[in-house]
Every structure is written in C-alpha cells, then in structure tokens.
C-alpha cells in the first residue's frame, strides 16, 4: 500500500507558450513541463520514455511536411524524491520528538530529497500547510510557528544531551 493519495507518478504541464497569434502555426512553441515521482528513477525514466516518442513518434511526422522541423528537450532540475527509510534515525527522532506514530508521504517537491540522496537519514516536517501554500495570501499561523519553534528547542535538546 502506498502512502501516497496519488500512488503513482504524474505529469502535468505548467506552462505554454509560443506564436503569434490564433490562427497562424508558431515558429516556434515551448512548453514546461514536470514528473513528481514517488520513487527513485521513475523521473528519468519518464524523460527518457518522452524522448524516445519524440524520436520514434513525433519528430518523422513532423518532418514529413517540414523537414527542419525539431525537438529540444531540456532538463531544468532533478530533485530526487523522498523515499521512505524503514527504521531511519530521522524519523525515529521525529516520532520521539512529536508522539507522532502515523506515516504519511507528500505529493510536493522538498529539498529533503536531495539530503536523502546526500546520505543523511531524512524525515519531512514543518509548520504549516499545502493547501495554504503557493497561492495568494498565503500564510502559516502563529500557532504554528510557535509550535514549530518548540519542536526545534527539543531536536536542541535532544542532540546536545551526552551520549
């Protein structure tokens, strides 16, 4: 069972652009576009599954009518997903830390990843919310901030104590 509401990969296009106007072909037309994947290696090879398409597919239709016609692909970024690490450190701590028992997994693009793939035990937690983020008027409360200065004090306490 997957911790995910969505348990699969996805793609979606965030921008578009390109032409003139309505009704006349663009010169040229570029689009962004993004995998957010819940496992190691499932962006890569949904890049490389597009480019093969565009190779095989796209490109010999294209130029069949033009045949300068092309294809650029560009990556911008890879983040590596967070994944989840049985028995981990980090979240071991976390559970200590907040009486939190429950796992849950996030559909969002996080650093955390990148500390993962580094080789640092990593877990995800903060103030705040998605569904208030990346929007207008966005906020997090001050309870929150409050809240998430108390847990920092504790990971201090914590860490500093002699082992």
């Excluded at 009518?65 to 911008?76: D, G, M």
């Amino acid at each position: 069972m997957s911790l995910f509401d969505t348990p699969y990969p996805t793609l979606s296009v965030g921008l578009a652009s390109g032409g003139t106007a309505g009704n006349i072909i663009p010169a040229h037309f570029a689009f962004e576009w993004e995998v957010r994947a819940i496992k190691g290696g499932q962006a890569q090879a949904m890049f490389r599954d597009f480019e093969d398409y565009v190779e095989t597919t796209v490109l010999p239709a294209l130029r069949s009518t033009f045949p300068a016609a092309s294809i650029i692909s560009t990556p911008l970024f890879d983040v590596p997903p967070l994944v989840v690490e049985d028995n981990g450190r980090a979240e071991h701590l976390l559970r200590q830390l907040t009486g939190q028992n429950d796992r849950s997994a996030v559909a969002y693009c996080t650093e955390a990843g990148l500390f993962q793939a580094a080789g640092l035990s990593t877990a995800l937690y903060g103030p705040g919310s998605i569904g208030q983020a990346h929007q207008p008027d966005e906020y997090i409360t001050v309870d929150q901030l409050e809240e998430c200065v108390a847990f920092i004090c504790r990971i201090f306490d914590r860490l500093s104590r002699p082992t």
